[in-house]
């Protein structure tokens, strides 16, 4: 009897962790109608990057450079010729698992997306990570990935 309550209570959590997937999975991790690739040789530790993305740009750029971690700094988006009513951005480590990282940009009044942002520290120094930039607007999603150094 008891093993049976164990297996019932095992098939209701896959049941359960199935039904979140399939709900919850949308929001968490939103499939892209166009995934761009940044310019090659981009640094956003020198400069902002623009990517062409017809029939406009999206220009990225954090300030204060260097690109701190476990301080705050600014992100911020200007899509040029493209209608975009959100901008997220997720940041991942690209040799660690940092956690879920998820920022929404808040409008600008110059029309730009912006926030403030704080990335985590990792104990070994600097660190490599990828901000995705999934920009909503019109009928699709676009998703632009940079690769940059944090930290000191």
Do not use: Y
């Amino acid at each position: 009897m008891k093993r049976m309550r164990w297996g019932l209570a095992a098939v209701s959590a896959m049941i359960a962790a199935g039904a979140c997937h399939f709900w919850l999975g949308p929001v968490l991790f939103p499939r892209p109608d166009l995934v761009v690739a940044p310019e090659p040789g981009c640094d956003l530790q020198r400069s902002a990057c623009v990517t062409e993305v017809a029939p406009g740009a999206v220009e990225v750029r954090f300030e204060p450079r260097p690109i701190p971690s476990a301080r705050p700094f600014r992100a911020r988006v200007m899509a040029k010729g493209l209608s975009v009513r959100k901008v997220e951005i997720d940041f991942s480590g690209t040799t660690m698992d940092m956690g879920f990282n998820r920022t929404v940009l808040a409008v600008a009044g110059d029309g730009s997306h912006a926030a403030e942002v704080v990335l985590p520290a990792c104990i070994s120094g600097p660190m490599e990570w990828r901000a995705t930039f999934v920009l909503h607007g019109g009928d699709r999603r676009i998703v632009i990935s940079h690769v940059f150094q944090s930290g000191e």
